[in-house]
């Protein structure tokens, strides 16, 4: 057992997850669960369908810590071998729950099926030493088994591969485990604040020099993706028991925020989903405003992203994938002679194609992208990379407001789509959130 | 260790795989390409960035099998403990080696930047009973702790974590575990058949049928997406050694092919990447035809999809995405009654988007999508998942042949708008595969 308080090892059990065919989300799904509640996660281990090896990763995980949660495994055919060899393990015996057998009865029955067959009778086995947690999503029952010793109590839990079931059932299992450890629990809160248009090299300094003397006892930790940067704050909860100890965690990561007030403006956005569209979108809609995308080097990945949300058809008119040059003259009225002289990553053609694109949907705001994506088509001036983008919304009497801005974005066709798609949102927010900044072009 | 063969167990290192913020690709990747090397893994162990962890998962590692890869850890940072922690257990000291010193300095002179900091310096060591193995795509270099005797030699392989490094380092691990191990590897070789438009649960038994007496030596498993059902023949080198054995088992996968050639016909398509955008890209290419879309439920997904390759310039001349009716009147030219007496998820309509897209954006072929991607707007008539899609290609005689079919998609907005997006293009290619099958309306 490493540190004070209570650890646990995680064990998934499946032969598709050594030889590659299933990457294991579970896993970290249970890390993240697990740190919530107060076990962090000492180790991780993955065997394969045997017997033996279930056998040996059962006991030399209690011998490090006294949480052992095992997923995958515990269906209803002869590869499923993990109930089996947890009981040996444990030196505990199976017994069919009558209880079990009624609840698999009526699912066959509901199911219009007959009676379940020997192999299905498995899933209404139980520890003699612990019990079963019902599956609120499927046939196969958590089973929670009794380790160690009254003084230094231990849990073995089985829980379902599918991870929809295992997720389904971790409430339960967070029951057992805060009855069994209680006041041995170090949870934690955490607080996420979403980033954009900042690289996390330069975020991360500021962050760090921020925080030096405002909270001394957050946490954080920085998780980057190609659209920005997530900020996680973390605290204690300390002592555990305590009524007050959450609030005065809460005002922790209060405090932390608030140093790092200065630092965020003009990058921070707020969205339950983390997804920029959803900031966006609120903004549109309390206006009553209209988008219209036309998208040349993204291809329509901002249109996608747009209306990958339920409720798009709010705030999304439409949007036009001007590939082809003709496409951009002759839907976006954007000149041949500024394709020919500006070409078509140009300031002048991304700013024609969002101000064309609001005129031809009948939108209250466009955006406008052209750029080089890769891996090909890069010169000296305007190498792979290189996107001009530009934002039209409604300007001060009546008048349009338009900004244009040229991005180099690093990476591959991919990485610069998403981040052009990206800096192509992040400015229409700031645009809709501060519309008297500046007067537009 | 298992089995006769060599066996390997993979490490993975880092607090952000324990905590579940980051999830383990790479280990599925290292479990793939191991088994192609004829090195399975026994188990797969992820502990924290502590040195006596990392060193214990070694120790015990070495125990089980002669092959550990550890990924992660190998930074210039304090918190990198993976080096001198496998140094630790495996009692071999770490040098600095020169011509090291000399790539890494190379690298910050590119850069522009100085002279290597003490932690970067970190980069240059390698073991004194080992090598350095040279990074292509990054500054950590891959290295070989030698582990083991002359008569049962062991290996130690550490490479970064940071996926595309760790993955352009495997070929040079593979050539050294190759000149270790040789004739005790057991590799298999697999062959992959894409197919589309057939459920899982309708393949998997056709397949099971047709290689039941054709090939008991080629085993099958099924990989499903939301856009379609792959298929992985393998089959065993046997024995290794043999030269005649690669042959023998490339002629076991010919038989297996052969044998689910009715079962696949219509289904199945060829395409490197696995992505049916590939097939039919070149399909058109070859006929130097143009394709433009019409989206309205998938907002973008197909042309995203398509222009997310290299090369889309060639062949896809734009798109609209007609999310609001009037989108759908103005630009494509639908007529208003059509849409008000079919609604916007019809037949008509979706034919109306095809033929309109060709016209408007002077393309030989369209595709028109229109559906109800849910949460919301179903109806008893047409329920969430339903999607009218409509495919136009040039036919023959000089007119044009349009066919149109309605899909009813399972599951979230996301999977009826993927799945729609794959049954258009999958229309696509059998329309372009089958030009003469049968006129069209």
Known sequence: ?????????????????????????????????????????????????????????????????????????????????????????????????????????????????????????????????????????????????????????????????????????????????????????????????????????????????????????????????????????????????????????????????????SVLDGVRFEAASGDLVETVAGLLEGRGWWLATAESCTGGLLAQRWTARAGASRTFRGGVVAYANEVKEGWLGVPAAVLEAQGAVSEAVAVAMATGACQALDAECGVGITGVAGPGGGTPDKPVGTVWIAVSVPGPGGGRRTEAFRGQYPGDREAVRVMAAQAALHRLFRMLAAPSEEAGS
């Open 1 to 261: 057992m490493t540190g004070s308080g209570v650890r646990a090892v995680v064990v998934t059990v499946g032969e598709e997850l050594l030889s590659g065919a299933t990457v294991d989300g579970n896993a970290a799904w249970l890390g993240r669960a697990l740190a919530g509640l107060g076990i962090p996660v000492d180790h991780r281990l993955t065997v394969g369908d045997r017997d033996d090896d279930i056998v040996r990763a059962v006991r030399t995980s209690l011998d490090r810590a006294p949480v052992v949660l095992v997923t995958g495994g515990l269906g209803p055919t002869a590869d499923d071998r993990t109930r089996p060899a947890v009981a040996r393990a444990l030196g505990v015996d199976l017994v069919e729950d009558p209880l079990l057998v009624e609840r698999l009865r009526e699912r066959l029955r509901a199911a219009g099926r007959g009676a379940p067959t020997p192999g299905l009778r498995r899933l209404a086995l139980r520890p003699t030493a612990g019990r079963a947690l019902p599956n609120p999503a499927g046939a196969a029952p958590g089973l929670v088994f009794d380790a160690g010793s009254p003084d230094a109590p231990g849990r073995v839990v089985l829980l379902p591969g599918v991870p929809r079931e295992m997720r389904a059932l971790f409430p339960a299992v967070a029951q057992e485990l805060r009855a069994v450890f209680g006041d041995r629990l170090r949870p934690v809160v955490n607080r996420v604040i979403h980033t954009t248009g900042i690289p996390e090299s330069e975020l991360a300094p500021r962050v760090d020099r921020a925080l030096a003397d405002a909270a001394a006892e957050v946490e954080v930790a920085f998780l980057p993706d190609l659209t920005g940067v997530d900020l996680r704050l973390t605290t204690a909860v300390e002592p555990p028991g305590d009524e007050g100890a959450r609030e005065r965690a809460a005002a922790r990561l209060d405090g932390a925020e608030a140093a790092l007030a």
